[in-house]
């Protein structure tokens, strides 16, 4: 299911920060993706140093994303009062072509309305 679907209840103002910052990558319009994040935002995702402030997690996504196209299909969006978790699956291509397909995990912190840290998760056989 994608965020377009009624299954998928965005209720809070938080998760609607994530559920925009999907639409937006997926749309691959990175500026508005990027713009939820904190000047001193901390991004952990698997391979990865940790991507700390918003210079660092931009040059990722400009630079080193492997991902060219995709879609994130949300199944699950939970949110606090200063956090949202996210259940879902990615599909699409990297630049070199390559299919791409993962189930993944993200957990959203927040100060208001900004993102201060994002974790992601993937479920891959690691161990």
């Known amino acids: 299911m994608d965020l ?31 713009a939820c994040f904190a000047p001193d935002a901390v991004y952990r995702r698997p391979g990865y140093d940790a991507f700390v402030g918003f210079e660092a997690i931009s040059t990722y996504y400009h630079d080193d994303r492997v991902i060219s196209t995709g879609r994130h299909d949300i199944e699950s969006i939970i949110e606090n009062a200063d956090a949202v978790a996210v259940r879902g699956s990615f599909r ?3 630049h070199d072509g390559s299919p791409l397909a993962v189930r993944f995990a993200d957990f959203w912190h927040f100060s208001g309305l900004t993102v201060v840290e994002r974790n992601t998760y993937f479920d891959a056989a690691a161990v």
């Open 4 to 34: 377009t679907e009624e299954s998928v209840h965005v209720h809070g103002p938080l998760s609607t920060v994530v559920a925009d910052y999907y639409r937006s990558i997926d749309g691959r319009n990175l500026t508005s993706a990027l």
């Open 92 to 94: 699409g291509t990297s």
